[in-house]
């Protein structure tokens, strides 16, 4: 059933919506924190923030599966944390199913995380190791005020089916288990309550490879037979390219290329995703990978370069590069990226 709000004038999370989920301009930034015990160290860094996630505006379908790909540190976590709101926003907008969620508190935030919910990166510190099996995948259900105790425990026992593990782990801990299943009880976890939206936070990357397809094919599945939307956060480009619809590149905090998955992997435009796509290693030992012309490292998301925030990195910096930060806007249909190189004036 719809969620339905009550305070000020009534809203409703009521089907027909699209897209699912809007971000607007999202910002958040990480303020310095400083300690006498640092000495003159204190006054250097007041005032600054961290610029975790810059302005980020994407919007996801129902059913769709919108791929976040990009270097550590680029935001990627931060900006599903946010969306989340595990973290609030420092500015910007998140529009969930029509209704802007960014400042809900109480009991209307927990009725919105009924239906966006998350699967972790570590399967083994995302488990509470005291807890058994069923109490880890029922928590969701106490936390939303169901009180049903034997329908609670009908409703775990089909969703560990449903994940692929059997009634005989209802009982057991978590440490009794693998990896790949106890990452099928965090997705169990994620599931109990039917949400729309899940945010897969590098759900296979601490996994053995042929674990990562059982649990990549069994996140097809789910989203099949239940019409779920994933958010997929990952550095794979190739397991992005597998699960998503399209695919949206980040750095520092910003995005810089978004477009059709198979589009973005064929056609790069953005001089960082090229780079990023050509260090794929391919399987074949004849094969030899392009040369890799970044250069540097990635700058400090206190210190943000001026300009592009690549520029320092980018071998066709131009002086407008160093000025002007550029903006995504479609160079080809369907397909964004933020560089002066395909600016409509060029």
């Given at each position: 059933m719809p969620a339905t709000f009550s305070g000020g004038d009534e809203q409703t999370l009521s089907d027909g919506y699209?897209?699912?989920?809007?971000?607007?301009?999202?910002?958040?930034?990480?303020?310095?924190?400083?300690?006498?015990?640092?000495g003159s160290l204190a006054s250097t860094s007041q005032g600054k923030v961290v610029h975790a996630v810059d302005g980020v505006s994407f919007q996801l379908?129902?059913?769709?599966?919108?791929?976040?790909?990009?270097e550590s540190g680029s935001g990627k976590t931060t900006l599903g944390r946010t969306i989340l709101l595990l973290?609030?926003?420092?500015?910007?907008?998140?529009?969930?199913?029509?209704?802007?969620?960014?400042?809900?508190?109480?009991?209307?935030?927990?009725?919105?995380?009924?239906?966006?919910?998350i699967v972790f990166q570590d399967p083994i510190s995302s488990l509470d190791p005291r807890m058994r099996v069923k109490d880890i995948v029922k928590e969701p259900l106490r936390a939303s005020g169901f009180k049903d105790k034997r329908r609670s425990d009908e409703m775990v026992k089909e969703m560990l089916e449903l994940v692929g593990l059997s009634p005989e782990h209802y009982n057991r801990f978590p440490h009794e288990f693998s990896g790949g299943q106890r990452q099928r009880i965090g997705i169990a976890r994620a599931l109990i309550n039917?949400?729309?939206?899940?945010?897969?936070?590098?759900?296979?990357?601490?996994?053995?490879?042929?674990?990562?397809?059982?649990?990549?094919?069994?996140?097809?599945?789910?989203?099949?037979d239940l019409k779920l939307s994933y958010l997929f956060i990952t550095?794979?480009?190739?397991?992005?390219?597998?699960?998503?619809?399209r695919i949206a590149?980040?750095?520092?905090?910003?995005?810089?290329?978004?477009?059709?998955?198979?589009?973005?992997?064929?056609?790069?435009?953005?001089?960082?995703?090229?780079?990023?796509?050509?260090?794929i290693p391919t399987g074949d030992p004849t094969h030899r990978l392009r040369e890799i012309r970044i250069r540097g490292e990635t700058p400090s998301p206190?210190?943000?370069?001026?300009?592009?925030?690549?520029?320092?990195?980018?071998?066709?910096?131009?002086?407008?590069?160093?000025?002007?930060?550029?903006?995504?806007?479609?160079?080809?249909?369907?397909?964004?990226?933020?560089?002066?190189?395909y600016d409509q004036a060029s």
């Open positions: 699209n897209p699912l989920l809007k971000v607007v301009n999202l910002v958040k930034y990480f303020p310095l924190r400083t300690s006498p015990l640092w379908d129902e059913m769709e599966t919108f791929g976040l790909v990009g973290t609030p926003p420092t500015s910007g907008n998140i529009i969930f199913k029509g209704l802007d969620i960014t400042r809900l508190k109480g009991k209307m935030l927990r009725e919105v995380r009924r239906e966006i919910q039917r949400p729309r939206l899940i945010v897969l936070d590098e759900p296979t990357s601490a996994l053995d490879a042929s674990v990562q397809a059982q649990i990549l094919n069994l996140l097809k599945g789910l989203q099949r550095h794979n480009i190739n397991v992005v390219r597998y699960m998503s619809n590149v980040m750095y520092l905090g910003r995005i810089v290329e978004v477009a059709e998955a198979d589009t973005l992997v064929s056609n790069p435009l953005h001089p960082y995703t090229r780079d990023l796509i050509a260090s206190i210190d943000i370069p001026r300009g592009c925030r690549f520029n320092p990195r980018c071998p066709y910096a131009m002086d407008e590069c160093r000025i002007v930060e550029p903006q995504l806007w479609e160079a080809e249909r369907g397909h964004q990226v933020a560089c002066h190189l």
